[in-house]
């Protein structure tokens, strides 16, 4: 018997502090969240592993067709057209990828959010990629299962007194890099090693 009234009282604790909880969430928070999960449901899931590169022959043709524009507009990355879809989510974040027209192509950006719709985190993944006579840069990402971001990079450069730039590769002096990074448990895209 003193189990079965403490079981009780536990339950009524427990039922008194969802009560309480869900009459402290304001109308404006309420409201957030309810658009933050149409705008998810609007969205495609991609497919893991996501590969995409910065070529100027690469298109990212992957994208959420049905996705809510006025969603988009309040939680989309600044200068966002369109968001290509979800790429992890989980019981306190996910992880979004947003296209920014740039330079050549359609730029990824990867947005991390909680679940009520509040910014965590963002990242833009290329920092090396740009073409003209003088300059070739091109980053290959690939996003793994165990949320990683690897980005590895080429960049050929040629000296502006080069007569054909970007004609002959032997002439280019060549650099190549690697990044990764990590979403993480608090939804903070980490640079790794």
Known sequence: MPHFKRLRNSLSLLF????????NQNPTE??????FDQYLASLDQLEIPFNCNSNPHFELK??????????????????????????FQDSTKVLLVDLVPGDIAMVPVFM?????????D????WDKSAWD??????????????????????VYQW???????????EDASFNSGRRIYQWTEDGILRKGH
Do not use: M
């Open 30 to 35: 309420r409201k957030q969240v309810q658009a």
């Open 122 to 125: 963002s990242l833009n993944p």
């Open 16 to 23: 008194i502090g969802l009560l309480v909880g869900c009459q």
């Open 133 to 154: 006579p003088w300059y070739q840069g091109v980053e290959y990402l690939t996003v793994t299962k165990v949320r990683n971001i690897e980005i590895v990079d080429t």
């Open 112 to 120: 991390s959010y909680d679940l009520k719709g509040n910014k965590l």
């Open 62 to 87: 992957l994208k959420s067709r049905n996705f809510n524009p006025e969603l988009h507009a309040k939680f989309k990355y600044q200068w966002a057209t369109e968001p290509l879809g979800i790429l």
């Open 159 to 169: 000296s502006e007194e080069h007569p054909n730039p970007g004609e002959n590769i």
